[in-house]
Structure formats: structure tokens, C-alpha cells
């Protein structure tokens, strides 16, 4: 379990949050679908009980600026703003549910300070208030090796972030 599962974990909680908005009828989403609960199962096939997963007081009928941006123009704004923080960009894929979700991997030239920080990261790179309905962010240093891994879904109001807290120097 640990980071590798956040971007899973992410899509799902968009997924729910799309389900939500579409099928029910209450002005409060966690009213129409309750709460998530998450289990997992790795292929040796031991289980861990309640992984992740809830959903927060969501209003129905949010709306995104970036919702209707095209595979290309989410990469580009997310280019322009990695490279605006000295981040390098590996990799942009766009994940749907109902509007764009980017899931973006970067490597930060200081991972330590990317580690502590990676919350102003997020705001710099998706938005403060966001752009997205959500968003999945993977950190890596230099090496190659990652360090952070962020879900964020406005749809369930929910976030997942798994942090090695000692990355290199």
C-alpha cells in the first residue's frame, strides 16, 4: 500500500463524485451517495481494511474553469505553470469523469524543499480555487525516485497524499 495506490484511489473518488452528481437529486451530494469506503487487496491477496475513501459536504453543480480544456490545453497550461516553479514535466495524462482531472508527474531540482512545500506546489499548478474537478500529482527528485503522490477530488471534497518524509537532500 503507500503512494503507488494513491492514483487509483483517485480515480475512483472521481468517479464517485461524477456517479453523485449525475444520478442523484439532493442539493448535497453526501446526502444522494453517503460516504466511500475504501478497501484494498494486493495479488498475493491479503486485504487492508479502510484505506482511504469519504466524501465531504459537496454542493451539486460545481463548475470548473478548465472542465471543458482539451487533452492539450491541460497540458499546456500545466507546462507553462511547472516550468514557471522549475519543476520538469514527465508526464500529463487527462482523466475524465465528468470534466478534466490532470494527473501530472514533475521532478523538482530540490525534493526536500518540493516535500515540504508541495501543498503551495498544488495551488501554483491546478489553482487555489481549482481548475479541475481534480487533480493527482506525483513528485519525483532527481533520481528518478518518487517522494510525494497527491489526489485531489473537488467532486468528493476529498484529498490523498502519501509523503516519504525523508527524501534526500
Do not use: C
Not at 25 to 31: A, D, E, F, G, V
Not at 64 to 86: M, W
Not at 130 to 150: A, S, T
Amino acid at each position: 500500500m503507500g503512494g503507488p495506490t494513491t492514483e487509483a484511489l483517485w480515480q475512483a473518488e472521481l468517479l464517485v463524485g461524477a456517479l453523485a452528481e449525475l444520478a442523484g437529486s439532493h442539493r448535497s451530494l453526501q446526502r444522494d451517495i453517503g460516504t466511500i469506503d475504501v478497501s484494498a487487496q494486493l495479488p498475493d491477496g491479503k486485504v487492508f481494511p479502510d484505506v482511504g475513501g469519504s466524501i465531504g459536504g459537496v454542493a451539486r453543480g460545481q463548475h470548473f474553469a478548465g472542465a471543458t480544456y482539451t487533452d492539450a490545453e491541460v497540458r499546456h497550461s500545466v507546462e507553462r505553470r511547472a516550468s514557471a516553479l522549475g519543476l520538469t514535466v514527465d508526464s500529463v495524462a487527462v482523466f475524465r469523469a465528468l470534466g478534466a482531472a490532470p494527473a501530472v508527474v514533475v521532478t523538482a531540482p530540490n525534493i526536500r524543499a518540493a516535500t515540504t512545500n508541495h501543498d503551495l506546489l498544488e495551488n501554483k499548478l491546478f489553482g487555489s480555487t481549482p481548475l479541475y474537478e481534480g487533480y493527482f500529482l506525483e513528485i519525483r527528485g532527481k533520481d528518478g525516485k518518487p517522494h510525494v503522490w497527491r489526489g485531489f477530488s473537488a467532486l468528493t471534497a476529498t484529498g490523498l497524499i502519501w509523503i516519504d518524509r525523508a527524501p534526500p537532500g
